[in-house]
């Protein structure tokens, strides 16, 4: 495995970083303010959006592109360092439309849709003309199993008419949002088959019966873009919205995952990378009981813990990435389970270090440290609770130890019994 950064991604990380630095960062303020003012998307945001895609900085994430798509049809590993650099800044993925949940969205489509559902909506996303959601979470079941998901889609002559709740939407207050993807059950589901029970439906957001409960805060805090509640009631959408084949839901939900969660990982490095940044800075400038606090050695071993775990986090991230272009999402099913786990715990813990020695002002706004903090604590469900991967981990683990069983035998140096040193 090599995981040096080809001349092509090099080139590319330069010039994302330089458009963030250049155009991008400088708004970072008024971004903030137009989002308490109620206005979102701020005004400023279409421009960015047409000047990054015509500097070629666009659709970043997504292989397999075609020739008439835009984008750069990069692999899960070349576009990792690129998610890194964006994660910084969280608002700016929506620049280069490289934003949750749009691009797991656009795969699905890209993989599933039919040429109708993909000039209606695959290149109208592509094109960053709308937003999208994925509607798969909901309040009464353990959604850590999709197969629990209760929402039903019942077939009535050439339409689906759905009915059920979901919550934690991501993307679904954004004024654009036209698209939700609805995990559903099929009303006619033999029982027992769990794993075929449920199938993907296209619903436009403005379908009759669909409406926004709320936008759920994640711990105390809104994202204006939406963690919504869901409520559809009798929605009817033909049947030709229907994505992919009935019944094949959960394993379409599994492969979208996958990519997905890499570029979770990598924006969270990239926050972590800047909490160490702003940590360091912070241990250089407080003055505290006749000394920096870059003098005290148990802050020196919190920076130096904290650049350890950040760089064995972004090769065991890089790693999955590699596992997914070389060998396909289901063979690097454990690996993207690890990396999920792994960014999560990183992120809670080097922002906590950093909100330490940024004491009050750590827990304020005006760091963006609070928020990083409250996103790390939420990854520990995101895509999945914590319990539910490090079970898939273990389960590999003993599985090969069964396959493997007694091998580890002439390892032992137990003594001889006296009967057969007699």
Same mark, same amino acid.
């Given at each position: 495995?090599?995981?040096?950064?080809? &001349?092509?991604?090099?080139?590319?990380?330069?010039?994302? /970083?330089? $458009? *963030?630095?250049?155009?991008?960062?400088?708004?970072?303020?008024? %971004?903030?303010?137009?989002?308490?003012?109620?206005?979102?998307?701020?005004?400023?945001?279409?421009?960015?959006?047409? =000047?990054?895609?015509?500097?070629?900085? @666009?659709? =970043? $994430?997504?292989?397999?592109?075609?020739?008439?798509?835009?984008?750069?049809?990069?692999?899960?590993?070349?576009?990792?360092?690129?998610? #890194?650099?964006?994660?910084?800044?969280?608002?700016?993925? #929506?620049?280069?439309?490289?934003?949750?949940?749009?691009?797991?969205?656009?795969?699905?489509?890209?993989?599933?849709?039919?040429?109708?559902?993909?000039?209606?909506?695959?290149?109208? =996303?592509?094109?960053?003309?709308?937003?999208?959601?994925?509607?798969?979470?909901?309040?009464?079941?353990?959604?850590?199993?999709?197969?629990?998901?209760?929402?039903?889609?019942?077939?009535?002559?050439?339409?689906?008419?759905?009915?059920?709740?979901? @919550? +934690? *939407?991501?993307?679904?207050?954004?004024?654009?949002?036209?698209?939700?993807?609805?995990?559903?059950?099929?009303? #006619?589901?033999?029982? /027992?088959?769990?794993?075929? !029970?449920? !199938?993907?439906?296209?619903?436009?957001?403005?379908?009759?019966?669909?409406?926004?409960?709320?936008?759920?805060?994640?711990?105390?805090?809104?994202?204006?873009?939406?963690?919504?509640?869901?409520?559809?009631?009798?929605?009817?959408?033909?049947?030709?919205?229907?994505?992919?084949?009935?019944?094949? /839901? +959960?394993?379409?939900?599994?492969?979208?995952?996958? &990519?997905?969660?890499?570029?979770?990982?990598?924006?969270?490095? /990239?926050?972590?990378?800047?909490?160490?940044?702003?940590?360091?800075?912070?241990?250089?400038?407080?003055?505290?009981?006749?000394?920096?606090?870059?003098?005290?050695?148990?802050?020196?071993? %919190?920076?130096?813990? !904290?650049?350890?775990?950040?760089?064995?986090?972004?090769?065991?991230? =890089?790693?999955?990435? %590699?596992?997914?272009?070389?060998?396909?999402?289901?063979?690097?099913?454990?690996?993207?389970?690890?990396?999920?786990?792994?960014?999560?715990?990183?992120?809670?813990? *080097?922002?906590?270090?950093?909100?330490?020695? $940024?004491?009050?002002?750590?827990?304020?706004?005006?760091?963006?440290?609070?928020? +990083?903090?409250?996103?790390?604590?939420?990854?520990? +469900?995101?895509?999945? &609770?914590?319990?539910?991967?490090?079970?898939?981990?273990?389960?590999?683990?003993?599985?090969?130890?069964? #396959?493997?069983?007694?091998?580890?035998?002439?390892?032992?140096?137990? &003594?001889?019994?006296?009967?057969?040193?007699?």
């Amino acid at each position: 495995m090599d995981f040096e950064y080809s &001349p092509k991604v090099v080139e590319l990380s330069r010039r994302l /970083g330089d $458009f *963030i630095d250049r155009y991008v960062l400088p708004y970072n303020a008024g %971004w903030h303010r137009s989002v308490a003012a109620g206005v979102y998307p701020p005004p400023f945001l279409a421009d960015m959006k047409a =000047l990054a895609k015509s500097e070629g900085l @666009w659709n =970043l $994430f997504l292989p397999g592109l075609r020739d008439d798509e835009p984008g750069m049809c990069l692999t899960n590993l070349e576009y990792a360092p690129l998610a #890194e650099i964006m994660g910084r800044l969280p608002w700016a993925s #929506e620049v280069f439309n490289c934003s949750a949940p749009d691009t797991g969205n656009m795969e699905l489509l890209h993989l599933f849709a039919t040429p109708e559902q993909n000039r209606l909506w695959l290149r109208p =996303l592509l094109e960053g003309e709308i937003r999208s959601a994925f509607a798969m979470s909901e309040p009464d079941v353990a959604s850590s199993d999709p197969t629990n998901l209760q929402t039903v889609a019942r077939r009535e002559g050439d339409e689906y008419v759905i009915n059920g709740r979901k @919550w +934690f *939407i991501t993307g679904a207050a954004h004024p654009d949002c036209k698209l939700l993807i609805v995990l559903c059950r099929n009303a #006619e589901s033999e029982e /027992g088959d769990k794993h075929h !029970s449920h !199938s993907m439906v296209l619903v436009p957001m403005d379908t009759p019966g669909v409406s926004v409960v709320r936008n759920i805060p994640i711990m105390q805090h809104h994202s204006p873009e939406g963690h919504c509640e869901l409520l559809f009631r009798d929605v009817r959408v033909p049947a030709a919205n229907l994505l992919g084949a009935a019944g094949e /839901g +959960f394993a379409m939900a599994q492969a979208r995952l996958g &990519p997905g969660r890499i570029h979770h990982c990598m924006r969270t490095i /990239g926050q972590c990378e800047l909490a160490l940044a702003l940590m360091c800075e912070r241990t250089l400038e407080r003055h505290t009981f006749g000394k920096y606090l870059a003098d005290f050695s148990n802050v020196q071993d %919190w920076i130096a813990e !904290s650049r350890l775990e950040i760089d064995q986090a972004r090769l065991l991230v =890089l790693r999955a990435a %590699w596992t997914l272009d070389k060998l396909g999402n289901k063979a690097g099913r454990v690996d993207v389970s690890a990396i999920k786990v792994v960014a999560a715990r990183l992120q809670t813990r *080097i922002v906590d270090r950093a909100m330490q020695v $940024f004491g009050a002002m750590g827990l304020s706004p005006d760091t963006p440290l609070a928020y +990083f903090w409250t996103w790390g604590r939420a990854m520990h +469900f995101l895509d999945g &609770p914590d319990e539910v991967h490090l079970r898939t981990v273990a389960r590999q683990e003993l599985d090969r130890a069964r #396959e493997n069983r007694g091998a580890t035998a002439a390892y032992f140096t137990l &003594p001889e019994s006296p009967s057969r040193m007699e």
